[in-house]
């Protein structure tokens, strides 16, 4: 099975610095997510990605989140400005299609980041 | 709102002790509804999608089922390497939305 990978698989910060998560989708896929999960609590929507463009946002996914494909691989989520709340693991995802018409829904997903804000 | 809840929380089997975890969801139109797999400190690993009510799906041990309201992971004989634990998840049909909704999960421990 095809594998959605990210980096780094943990990272700590400071309160207040910046963090940029990587994922590298599986090729050709063309819809991308970003999930995180706070330890003990649910998997968690934050934002999906279309076409190089934000297409479905989360009420979590404020101004201090964004989200980028710089070079047509990577898929990065770029946390400003850490809060001790945003400590959490985060999961990318791609869908497995190729053509919007076949959309069978499921997710894949990487392994996680670990985000540890002190 | 979509809302899914499953249940039991936690379940801790004998091997060989067959059960079900239920999903009990709503949602404003079912796209489809998945099941996933996840070990602690890894990412939900997919299992199954459900379309439709009366829909089953099977792999190994494990059976899906779907109504208009619920899902049952059915667990036959499992086994220590089943431990994890299982989320629901509900995509709805309508609207530009297409993530998933996920339930807190039941943790499955099978003990040898």
């Known amino acids: ?118 | 709102e979509d809302q899914v809840t499953q249940s039991p929380e936690a379940l801790r089997l004998q091997e060989g002790e067959s059960s079900s975890l239920n999903c009990s969801y709503t949602v404003s139109g079912l796209r489809g509804l998945f099941w996933y797999r996840q070990d602690p400190g890894k990412g939900p690993e997919f299992l199954f999608t459900l379309y439709s009510a009366g829909e089953e799906k099977e792999k190994e041990r494990l059976k899906a089922t779907l109504t208009k309201k619920e899902s049952f992971l059915h667990i036959t004989a499992p086994k220590p390497e089943d431990s994890a634990t299982y989320l629901c998840a509900v995509q709805p049909l309508s609207g530009s939305a297409r993530q998933l909704t996920f339930g807190s999960g039941t943790q499955l421990t099978v003990l040898p």
């Not at chain 1, 400071?14 to 940029?20: A, K």
């Not at chain 1, 894949?108 to 002190?118: H, I, K």
Request: some cysteine; proline content about 4%; charged content about 25%.
């Open chain 1, 1 to 118: 099975e095809p594998e959605v990978t990210q980096t780094p698989s943990h990272q700590v910060t400071q309160m207040g610095q910046e963090v940029i998560l990587r994922c590298v989708p599986i090729s050709n896929h063309l819809y991308f997510y970003w999930y995180r999960q706070i330890l003990g609590q649910k998997v968690e929507f934050l934002v999906s990605f279309y076409n190089n463009e934000i297409s479905e946002k989360s009420e979590i996914f404020d101004d201090q989140f964004s989200v980028e494909r710089p070079d047509g691989s990577n898929f990065t989520l770029k946390i400003r400005s850490t809060k001790l709340e945003d400590s959490a693991m985060y999961f990318c995802a791609d869908k497995g299609l190729v053509r919007p018409l076949r959309d069978t829904g499921e997710l894949f997903f990487g392994e996680g980041s670990r985000l540890t804000v002190l």
